[in-house]
């Protein structure tokens, strides 16, 4: 007999295949997502076996359409994870014959493929007699014995049909006590809402409910059940309703006993601003925080079930494998790499891995502190192109300086990219987190940011020119003295901000005065930040100093503790950082760092000042290590209560590298500043240059009255003849003369159009205005306009490859293109020669392609051939404005498209145009 096993899991179960085998049957394995149905009506499959791994729609969907082949006689058996109960369920009903769940045994697996195939061979169901069943049930109930779940089926009533042996042992109800019984007498009474929503199920004949609620056994106890209710086919007499449940019990006896571990370490794993996350031997993620969920885009649930390799480069996630056993002996690194976030985006991260053991000092996996570092390397990244880009402009606008028209051109880009950066700039401050807002000295408010009106509960427009002390409680209103503002210098302080609604919340205020040229006070502008999560932070830190010390002894961040000046903890960081051993800092003071007599003093007082006030006080300052070298740290006290008394938990941060960057962007800003003194200069001698453009006009207009009083005089001596002679005029004479000046006017027409379009293309008047075009019909009739008004100098060959025939485009500014190049190709070109025009679609463009056999562009004057009024110097002696190939390339710009071309000499020119096929007006 054949048998066909369709799966969902990777690979199929061998121990079925064996079995299927040794009987001598002939066995075939198909994927379920790629079944080709074709196969059962080719050959002659009358059983088929289902494996499900988890629960899919396609499973149910596969059986339907199974059941509704021609001459259906095939049955279908389904072996399933328990993760499958629900799609088996959804089978059953959708033709399915029965179903057999894991784990087995390889005995119980061969009973029920025995029966199986028996069901097939004599093309029958085998019935079972049970209790109020009568003949309704299939073989598949008496296979519920072997499921880890509680089976049941009750009728309409709730009265008991059938229960399976797993449901008798947790229940303890012997079969006389179910006699007596219904399922709403072992529901507890505690959950009348559920013994409702049952009833409902039951009188409205609805087909599945699902919830989670207790069962009472036959001692008393509270048995603890989640699972899905299903209406049974007509079929099945006296039974109604089919409940499959599982036993949650223990799960939910752990889960409590788990909570109140859980909350005590929940509060600061939560809000810690840093990624915090652990890892299994298989690199699965065991821990992540919603800090490193947000930095990754993933949610908590996501990560949980993913691989560190979903979201690592391989060459990353390699290194990362191999160093796996490094940890294993007890080591830990830090190191920078790259991880993907869900949508795509890729963000520099820098990591500090340690192993993680259990009590018995087996390896569990590892533990790594990240931070997003990404932004900071860009602003690196864009320091040094900044830097560059400027470098090069000084160069561009040395060399510039010689042309007094590149001169103005340059300036014009110039102004152009400072108005960019302007708008990068209030664009960076609208969108930063930071709260900003601008007062003028009587305190009201002339600007504020979006962060800033958000973070008071207010709108932007609620907050300009009201008064800032709404930001502050009742006791800071009092209005401050000019002359005590004029004396304010930068500060930053912690304080309390009120919101509209009344609420206080913990803020960090850096407050500057703004002066003129003159050093008189104009503004005052203050930044600040919601400190809320930190100062919450911070109180955690005080009551689980000790319950977070593994945090701290893995963390990058240098963190010690200080008790009457002396070191009393230090974290390994700052061991690494320093140089000295945790015994030889302890026995030191702050004094053996070599710190200055004024950073000394500015700590004693941020000391005696944190031990007052409990705020927390930052300073940067200059230190030197064990090894001689001198580091800049960030250092940041703040008071907390330790062994029984007060101390200055601090941290600190190597900032020598920043220090370094900033200096050089001091140093840098100080020679822009002089080479922009330079420039300046420079540009005041250049613009006395400037009555060279006044010339440059002149040209303009010498050269466009020149090309109209040319058509004009052939025009008026052609209408003279005709007016004095036209008695004596033959007729095709007449017709000479009168289309003379038709092709003059045509001519004056298009220099027009050339003029009037350049005009506005300076100007910016001109917009895409897109219709439906005729591809062929278009060119063609083009081409017999040009044909016409060059009077057939030059044969014209045109193909079409674009399988479109109409494309959406500006028929007007596709004309002014074709026309010129069909133009120039023809003025430059020989009589008799040959033009060639194509279209086709390339690449998703559509290109236009126009070659000549003419006399070609020389390598010296291609670089300038689409600046306005400038020719080539081998066409001198032939009319023309130097406005045509000006005119296409702003058509093509218009099109956001390109132009190219290739030339040589005597021998031709050809020009590709590419547009983009997906415009907007």
Not at 542 to 559: D, G, N, Q, V
Not at 696 to 707: I, N
Not at 811 to 820: A, K, T, W, Y
Request: proline share 3%; hydrophobic share 35%.
């Amino acid at each position: 007999m054949n048998v066909l096993i369709i799966t969902d899991a990777e690979k199929c179960c061998p121990d079925v295949e064996h079995e299927l085998e040794q009987r001598g049957h002939s066995v075939f394995t198909q994927r379920l997502d790629a079944f080709p149905f074709q196969v059962l009506q080719e050959h002659d499959i009358p059983l088929l076996i289902l494996i499900l791994e988890r629960n899919t729609t396609k499973a149910p969907e596969f059986c339907k359409k199974v059941h509704s082949l021609p001459e259906y006689h095939r049955q279908i058996l389904i072996i399933a994870c328990q993760e499958a109960r629900d799609t088996v369920v959804e089978c059953l009903a959708a033709g399915a014959q029965s179903c057999f769940f894991r784990p087995y045994t390889s005995e119980t697996l061969q009973v029920y493929l025995t029966f199986s195939i028996q069901l097939v061979e004599k093309k029958a169901c085998f019935k079972i007699d049970h209790k109020n069943l009568g003949q309704g049930l299939p073989l598949s109930a008496v296979l519920f014995d072997y499921t880890n779940d509680l089976i049941q089926i009750i009728d309409q009533h709730g009265r008991f049909c059938y229960v399976n042996s797993v449901w008798m042992q947790a229940l303890g109800y012997s079969e006389s006590d179910l006699d007596t019984m219904s399922f709403f007498d072992i529901v507890t009474h505690e959950q009348p809402d559920f013994q409702f929503s049952i009833e409902t199920w039951l009188n409205n004949s609805q087909t599945q409910g699902a919830s989670e609620f207790e069962l009472i056994a036959s001692d008393g106890r509270f048995v603890s059940v989640k699972g899905k209710i299903h209406l049974l086919p007509h079929s099945v007499p006296s039974a109604s309703y089919f409940c499959s449940f599982t036993n949650i019990t223990e799960q939910k006896r752990l889960t409590e006993s788990l909570q109140f571990s859980e909350e005590r370490y929940r509060l600061v794993y939560e809000t810690a601003q840093i990624g915090i996350s652990m890892v299994d031997e298989s690199e699965y993620f065991l821990l992540v925080n919603p800090a490193l969920a947000q930095m990754l885009g993933y949610s908590q649930e996501e990560l949980l079930q993913m691989n560190l390799s979903q979201i690592t480069e391989q060459s990353e996630f390699n290194r990362y494998q191999k160093e796996t056993q490094f940890r294993k002996l007890g080591l830990k690194n830090e190191y920078e790499t790259k991880l993907r976030r869900k949508n795509g985006e890729v963000r520099l991260i820098s990591i500090s891995v340690s192993p993680v053991y259990n009590s018995r000092g087996e390896y569990l996996g590892a533990l790594g502190i990240s931070t997003d570092i990404t932004e900071i390397r860009q602003n690196y990244a864009e320091l040094e192109k900044f830097r560059q880009k400027l470098l090069e402009l000084v160069e561009e606008r040395t060399a510039e300086l010689k042309k007094v028209n590149e001169t103005l051109l340059f300036e014009i880009a110039e102004r152009k990219k400072t108005e960019v950066e302007l708008l990068r700039f209030k664009k960076a401050v609208e969108t930063m987190q930071l709260g900003v807002t601008i007062s003028d000295l009587d305190r009201t408010i002339i600007y504020s940011n979006p962060a800033e009106a958000a973070m008071h509960g207010y709108t932007v427009a609620e907050l300009i020119g009201n008064n800032i002390g709404i930001f502050a409680p009742s006791r800071y209103h009092a209005p401050m003295p000019r002359t005590k503002i004029e004396k304010i210098k930068s500060f930053t302080r912690e304080t309390e901000n009120i919101r509209k609604d009344g609420t206080v919340f913990p803020a960090r205020l850096m407050s500057d005065v703004v002066k003129d040229a003159e050093g008189t006070p104009i503004a005052i502008v203050s930044c600040c930040q919601d400190i809320t999560i930190e100062k919450k932070a911070l109180d955690d830190l005080k009551e689980s100093e000790e319950k977070f010390r593994r945090l701290t002894e893995t963390a990058p961040l240098a963190i010690f503790i200080l008790k009457h000046r002396k070191f009393v903890y230090v974290n390994p960081a700052a061991i690494e950082m320093i140089g000295y051993s945790a015994d030889e800092l302890m026995a030191m003071s702050l004094s053996a760092f070599h710190i200055s007599d004024e950073d000394v003093k500015t700590i004693t007082v941020s000391f005696s000042k944190a031990y007052k006030t409990q705020t927390t006080t930052r300073h940067e300052i200059l230190i030197t290590s064990r090894t001689g070298h001198q580091i800049w740290v960030y250092l940041s006290f703040t008071t907390i209560d330790y062994q029984g008394g007060p101390a200055i938990l601090g941290t600190a941060t190597d900032i020598t590298e920043q220090k370094h960057v900033e200096n050089e962007l001091r140093l840098f800003n100080e020679r822009l500043e002089q080479k922009v003194a330079e420039r300046t200069q420079e540009l005041n001698q250049a613009l006395e240059k400037e009555k060279e453009l006044h010339e440059l006009k002149s040209q303009f207009v010498s050269l466009v009255s020149h090309e109209f009083r040319t058509p004009l005089t052939s025009i008026s001596s052609s209408a003279e003849i005709i007016q004095r002679y036209g008695h004596k005029l033959t007729a095709e004479k007449k017709e000479q003369y009168l289309e003379r000046i038709k092709t003059n006017v045509h001519e004056m027409a298009y220099l027009l159009d050339d003029v009037t379009l350049i005009g506005k293309t300076d100007s910016g008047r001109v917009q895409l205005s897109l219709s439906q075009i005729e591809i062929d019909s278009f060119f063609h009739d083009l081409i017999e306009e040009i044909q016409l008004s060059s009077k057939n100098k030059c044969q014209i060959s045109y193909t079409n490859t674009c399988p479109q025939p109409i494309l959406s485009l500006d028929e007007r500014l596709l004309h002014h293109i074709v026309v010129n190049l069909l133009t120039n190709s023809i003025k430059f070109s020989r009589q008799g020669s040959h033009i060639t025009l194509s279209t086709g679609i390339e690449n998703g463009r559509f290109q236009i392609s126009v070659k000549d056999e003419g006399c070609g562009i020389p390598e010296e004057d291609q670089s300038i051939i689409f600046e306005a009024f400038c020719r080539a110097h081998n066409v001198l002696d032939i009319d023309g404005t130097g406005l045509g190939l000006t005119i296409v390339k702003r058509c093509v710009d218009l099109f956001h498209g390109s132009i190219s071309f290739t030339s040589q000499v005597d021998r031709g020119t050809t020009f590709i145009i590419n547009l983009p096929l997906e415009l907007k007006d």
